[in-house]
Nanobody, 124 residues
Framework: VQLQASGGGLVQAGGSLRLSCAAS????????MGWFRQAPGKEREFVAT????????YYVDSVKGRFIISRDNAKNTVYLQMNSLKPEDTAVYYC??????????????????WGQGAQVTVSS
């Protein structure tokens, strides 16, 4: 599967952005999807994951209540709605896909397919 992320940009603190990740292929609904981010000088960090049906989600504590991951299997797309953005959310955001034998995945090593990344910059 090939992944194409879009929707990044520059926003003031407190603002919102929505990232999209479009997947190629006909089997999108068989993939668990995740969002990760990497800030300059830091390791890649898990942000959110969503199950194949979209019925289960999981977030890193720092974004709970502010970010929402969702998917539209008919459109082969996963989204990350980011609200109440903070300067510490500044990073390159990556979408990822895999087919683990569990409901969702929170570690980068569990994902085989990665998008090219979308820059999100939050100014204070």
């Amino acid at each position: 599967v090939q992944l194409q992320a879009s929707g990044g940009g520059l926003v003031q603190a407190g603002g919102s952005l929505r990232l999209s990740c479009a997947a190629s292929g006909r089997t999108f609904s068989s993939y668990v999807m995740g969002w990760f981010r990497q800030a300059p000088g830091k390791e890649r960090e898990f942000v959110a994951t969503i199950s194949r049906s979209g019925g289960s989600t999981y977030y890193v504590d720092s974004v709970k209540g502010r970010f929402i991951i969702s998917r539209d299997n008919a459109k082969n797309t996963v989204y990350l709605q980011m609200n109440s953005l903070k300067p510490e959310d500044t990073a390159v955001y990556y979408c990822a896909a895999d087919q683990p034998r569990k409901l969702y995945a929170t570690h980068s090593y569990e994902y085989e397919y990665w998008g090219q990344g979308a820059q999100v910059t939050v100014s204070s």
